[in-house]
């Protein structure tokens, strides 16, 4: 974590120090004549701050292992977390404008899977049907790049913007879960329970190191002085999978955000 904290504030840096040469560079002018004569509009350049949440749906297809034999298969499941990071939005022109963010992304999520049922002998020693559930907890975070473009609707402050992502996976850890279902009288022997905790933070074993997604999404601008009020929502499409084949795990999301820009252009 202090990994991912060092890096987005060093990030952070770099945006900032490259924003502020795009100012140096765009307000010094050649013979005086010429600013006088070819006078170009300054542009907004905001940078800042951002936080949100995201809700994610995963598409999979993978089993995990406790170590001895492989348990059940995992289908699809869904996760949510919180996100934050910098953002910056350098304007070509007074509607066009480049985007690009940091953000570190938790897209933790639980998946849920049936398992043959057993026969079992009762209290009164007649034979019954043991029903029970499988549950894998998966703890997942990215540290993601978004270079998006947007376009202004009319110098009103909404805008539109899309365009490719690029994540390096961290963590990948997993937790795994049986449960009875029916007879809810049958407990486990060893929690006394209906349900027992088998795995406990083991790595996926084929979890990959990058992901590539498609995002796009509307915000707005509300400026106060030289200062931006940013909500932001997005949709981000996946093009890979965060387990490497056999195993598939796709994450489809819906995040909004909210940031705190400033504007060092205009």
Same mark, same amino acid.
């Given at each position: 974590?202090?990994?991912?904290?060092? /890096?987005?504030?060093?990030?952070?840096?770099?945006?900032? !120090?490259?924003?502020?040469?795009v100012?140096a560079?765009?307000?010094?002018?050649?013979?005086r004549?010429?600013?006088?004569?070819?006078? @170009?509009?300054?542009?907004?350049?905001?940078?800042?701050i951002?936080?949100?949440?995201?809700?994610?749906?995963?598409?999979?297809?993978?089993?995990?292992?406790?170590?001895? $034999?492989?348990?059940?298969? %995992?289908?699809?499941?869904?996760?949510?977390?919180?996100?934050?990071? &910098?953002?910056?939005?350098?304007?070509?022109?007074?509607?066009?404008?480049?985007?690009?963010?940091?953000?570190?992304?938790?897209?933790?999520?639980? #998946?849920f899977?049936?398992?043959?049922?057993?026969? =079992? @002998?009762?209290?009164?020693?007649? *034979? =019954?049907?043991?029903?029970?559930?499988?549950? &894998?907890?998966?703890?997942?975070?990215? #540290?993601?790049?978004?270079?998006? !473009?947007? =376009?202004? *609707?009319? @110098?009103?402050? $909404?805008y $539109?913007c899309?365009?490719? /992502?690029?994540?390096?996976?961290?963590?990948?850890?997993?937790?795994?879960?049986?449960?009875?279902?029916?007879?809810?009288?049958?407990?486990? =022997?060893?929690? +006394?329970t209906?349900e027992?905790?088998? &795995?406990?933070?083991? /790595? %996926?074993?084929?979890?990959?190191?990058?992901?590539?997604?498609?995002?796009?999404?509307? +915000? %707005?601008?509300? @400026?106060? +002085?030289?200062? +931006?009020?940013?909500?932001?929502? %997005?949709?981000?499409?996946p $093009?890979?999978?965060?387990?490497?084949s056999?195993?598939?795990?796709?994450?489809?999301g819906? !995040?909004g955000?909210? /940031?705190?820009?400033?504007?060092?252009?205009?």
């Amino acid at each position: 974590m202090h990994y991912v904290v060092d /890096s987005i504030c060093r990030c952070a840096a770099v945006l900032a !120090v490259a924003c502020v040469v795009v100012v140096a560079a765009h307000a010094q002018g050649g013979r005086r004549t010429d600013v006088l004569l070819y006078q @170009r509009p300054i542009l907004p350049l905001f940078i800042g701050i951002e936080g949100g949440y995201g809700q994610w749906t995963n598409e999979a297809s993978f089993t995990v292992s406790d170590s001895k $034999l492989p348990c059940a298969l %995992f289908t699809n499941g869904e996760g949510a977390g919180p996100l934050g990071g &910098v953002k910056g939005m350098l304007y070509f022109n007074r509607w066009f404008f480049f985007t690009p963010r940091i953000r570190y992304e938790t897209r933790s999520g639980e #998946f849920f899977t049936g398992l043959p049922d057993e026969p =079992v @002998r009762d209290e009164t020693n007649a *034979i =019954v049907q043991l029903s029970q559930e499988a549950q &894998v907890d998966a703890t997942m975070a990215t #540290f993601t790049f978004d270079p998006l !473009v947007g =376009v202004e *609707i009319a @110098r009103t402050g $909404l805008y $539109l913007c899309g365009g490719p /992502s690029a994540s390096l996976l961290l963590d990948g850890n997993y937790d795994y879960t049986e449960r009875i279902k029916s007879p809810s009288r049958f407990t486990y =022997v060893a929690t +006394g329970t209906t349900e027992q905790s088998l &795995v406990t933070g083991r /790595s %996926f074993q084929n979890y990959a190191r990058v992901a590539f997604d498609i995002r796009g999404g509307a +915000g %707005f601008i509300l @400026r106060v +002085g030289k200062f +931006g009020l940013n909500p932001e929502i %997005f949709y981000s499409l996946p $093009l890979t999978s965060a387990l490497t084949s056999p195993d598939k795990l796709k994450q489809t999301g819906i !995040v909004g955000t909210f /940031s705190i820009l400033y504007n060092l252009g205009e």
